[in-house]
């Protein structure tokens, strides 16, 4: 499959640690944003979203912290898990642009047992 | 829910032939479409979007094309790859404000 996160930063955690991943995202006009998670060989798959007027989300093991300010957006893990290791992704887009959404480089995540 | 079908998984090509990749969608009807190109070990970078049938953008210069045939249908193509057109291509719908959902992308190798 692809060798997704062969140049990536990579986040070592400890099985059942919680993670943090961060992101700094571009365009201060952003409106929206999107964490994903990559397995190799696959496709992008939907994690989490937050609307810029919001600056916390909470999903099932997972929240995204929002801070407008410094245009820094996180995703926290909760007792992570082997299965969530994988490449990890934000993305921004803005209301106006067709969805077109902009990538951070992402990071990669291990969980060791 | 949507469903986004991408064939073929894996494709080795040679320098000089012409492309066509396929990506077709289940779910939803009128939907905006994208391209996208990863780079091994790298992020997505968006290539064309489409709003409708026969309506392209596109967001690099580069030596591929994209078309909208049908409302559910978005196809990649180049005259003649490059060995830089090498890369894992991801095709993705969605609306605006709302999470695109991605296929499984398609392996090109330029050899």
């Known amino acids: 499959g692809e060798s997704v996160g062969l140049h990536l930063p990579t986040l070592s955690v400890q099985e059942g640690d919680n993670s943090i991943i961060n992101c700094a995202y571009s365009?201060?006009?952003?409106?929206?944003f999107i964490w994903y998670k990559q397995e190799s060989g696959k496709g992008p798959q939907f994690i989490i979203d937050i609307r810029s007027n919001m600056d916390k989300r909470q999903g099932q093991r997972v929240t995204v912290l929002l801070n407008k300010t410094v245009k820094h957006l996180s995703l926290q893990i909760a007792a992570t898990q082997p299965g969530d290791s994988a490449v990890y992704f934000c993305a921004e887009s803005f209301s106006g642009g067709y969805n077109k959404l902009i990538f951070g480089a992402g990071t990669r995540l291990a969980v060791h047992p | 829910s949507q469903t986004i079908h991408q064939w073929p998984a894996t494709l080795v090509q040679p320098v000089g032939s012409p492309l066509s990749l396929e990506c077709t969608v289940e779910g939803t009807s009128n939907p905006n479409l994208y391209w996208y190109r990863q780079a091994a070990g790298r992020g997505l970078q968006l290539l064309f979007y489409?709003?409708?049938?026969?309506?392209i953008s596109s967001e690099v210069p580069q030596n591929l094309s994209a078309s909208r045939p049908q409302d559910r249908q978005f196809i990649l193509s180049s005259k003649k790859l490059l060995l830089s057109d090498s890369g894992f291509y991801l095709c993705a719908c969605g609306e605006v404000n709302s999470p695109l959902h991605f296929g499984n992308g398609t392996r090109l190798t330029v050899t």
């Open positions: 489409s709003v409708g049938i026969g309506q």
């Open positions: 365009n201060s006009a952003s409106d929206y």
